[in-house]
């Protein structure tokens, strides 16, 4: 039997690059890695914003984003790699009756086609509980965290100007945090936020609850581009920090 590389080392490499010669670092596939993806804003809400404050005029930015993260992974692990999609169901709903578009039947054809596990939830505790008990995380561990939506400095907030302007009403607040267990977590995993002003104080938030480094972005993320396959970046004026 080949040896595995330590957690750690594996996804060191996997977060540096992802050329061919990554193909051969292994992510357990017995762990799980959690993309973590929030709904989308109503078109009817934001056109009540200046246009330059609009948010999501397409509905797919988060879930685009998160199937490249997916390719990503599988391209770097030779597809050895266990991902779910953690999706929050009501905004994509809400934003289908808005569009006239069937956007479940799209995200599950993302799941079909890549050969992931794809859960949905519809309120924090409901994420909570997968990330903390979906699996069995005495045996399978979260290798990898990320979060691919609206936020703020203190929040993940999943269902943003989906049902109220420029609010939410389901979100995850830096202050619930602890209620992640720290023992789900692999050695080394990786965690990271794509969404706005994370690093401002979520990151050091979640890395006291739970251990873990969590990558975020002081200033704002822009989803301007991945259309093009290219993955969310920090608006001029911003970095990201853990």
């Known amino acids: ?56 005029r397409w509905w797919g930015n988060f879930v685009r984003a998160a ?34 578009d069937p956007l479940i039947s799209h995200i599950e054809s993302v799941r079909d086609k890549y050969k992931v596990r794809l859960v949905w939830f519809s309120t924090t505790s409901e994420m909570i509980n997968y990330v903390n008990r979906g699996q069995n995380r005495s045996q399978m561990k979260v290798s990898g965290f990320e979060y691919f939506g609206h936020s703020n400095k203190y929040c993940f907030v999943f269902d943003y100007s989906n049902e109220i302007l420029g609010a939410s009403k389901v979100f995850l607040h830096q202050s619930q945090l602890s209620q992640l267990e720290r023992k789900i977590f692999a050695r080394g995993a990786y965690c990271k936020s794509w969404g706005c002003h994370s690093g401002e104080s979520m990151s050091g938030a979640f890395r006291k609850a739970t251990g ?5 972005a002081v200033g704002k993320t822009d989803y301007s581009e991945v259309w093009k396959q290219t993955l969310p970046f920090v608006s001029p004026g911003g970095r990201w920090t853990s």
């Open 1 to 56: 039997m080949t040896p595995r590389l330590p957690s750690f080392i594996a996804l060191a490499l996997l977060v540096t690059c992802f050329q061919p010669s990554t193909a051969e670092a292994k992510l357990d596939p017995s762990d799980e890695y959690i993309l973590l993806v929030g709904g989308p804003s109503l078109l009817e809400w934001e056109n009540y914003r200046r246009e330059e404050h609009r948010h999501d």
């Open 67 to 100: 199937r490249i993260r997916v390719q990503q992974l599988q391209k770097a692990t030779n597809e050895e790699i266990n991902v779910t999609l953690l999706v929050y169901r009501p905004g994509y709903e809400t934003r289908a009756r808005e569009d006239g």
């Open 212 to 216: 873990r480094k969590m990558i975020g």
